[in-house]
């Protein structure tokens, strides 16, 4: 099976600019979270989504948004954005009724 | 909430030697803990994962140790060899069917280098 893909892998934007990531899982998957990595905050959950329904949401403003499509691929923007939000996004892959949790390569977002 | 501590941040041994790198939890209603390992330019990789109802799990040179009494666990790495050399992260969650559905907190990260 394919593992994880996000795209685009590297984005740079410019503070007050708005950014969609995107994130395809396993197939069969149909969970799916997001998580952002700083070398501050190191690995901090944003949310999870299932057939989707956003079940559960981390500690991060309302800039912060997600939603999942009929086919499990999911989505994440981020509105008007800020130097701190620099960071890579990281998206896991989950059957929905296990466990284990796969990651993709994230997406490594600048903000200038 | 949860909350994972991870120690040490940063461990250099020499190849061949044995690694630990420890993990203590806050809450007792955690009961899935996985490692990762995450290359440069990687995401992380899942590299072992034990339940709560499991005391210790190995897999050839890497073997993972809970004790939910104290609420910590361990990764053990043996015979290291320089390509495992990355950064290695453990986290807890209350699992799949838990009502955060399988939210991992993370621990801060160990780097681990291993030297020819």
């Known amino acids: 099976k394919a593992g994880v893909t996000q795209t685009p892998r590297y984005l740079i934007k410019t503070r007050g600019q708005q950014v969609t990531l995107s994130c395809s899982p396993i197939?069969?998957?149909?969970?799916v979270s997001w998580y952002q990595q700083t070398p501050g905050q190191g690995l901090q959950f944003l949310f999870e989504y299932f057939s989707e329904t956003q079940r559960n949401k981390g500690n991060f403003p309302g800039r912060f948004s997600g939603r999942q499509f009929s086919n499990s691929r999911s989505e994440m923007n981020v509105s008007t954005l800020e130097l701190g939000d620099s960071a890579l996004y990281l998206c896991?892959?989950?059957?929905?009724?296990?466990?284990?949790?796969?990651f993709g390569p994230g997406t490594r977002l600048t903000v200038l | 909430g949860e909350n994972v501590e991870q120690h040490p941040s940063t461990l250099s041994v020499q190849e061949g030697d044995s690694a630990v790198i420890k993990c203590t939890y806050s809450d007792s209603a955690s009961n899935y803990f996985p490692w990762y390992k995450q290359e440069l330019g990687k995401g992380p990789q899942l590299i072992i994962d034990i339940r709560s109802n499991v005391g210790e799990k190995k897999d050839q040179r890497i073997a993972v140790t809970l004790n939910k009494t104290a609420k910590h666990f361990s990764l053990h790495i043996t015979e290291t060899q320089p390509e495992d050399s990355a950064v290695y992260f453990c986290a807890a969650s209350m699992g799949a069917g838990g009502t955060s559905y399988g939210k991992l907190t993370f621990g801060q990260g160990t780097i681990l280098t291993v030297h020819p």
């Open positions: 896991a892959s989950n059957s929905g009724g296990s466990d284990t949790q796969y």
């Open positions: 197939s069969g998957h149909r969970s």
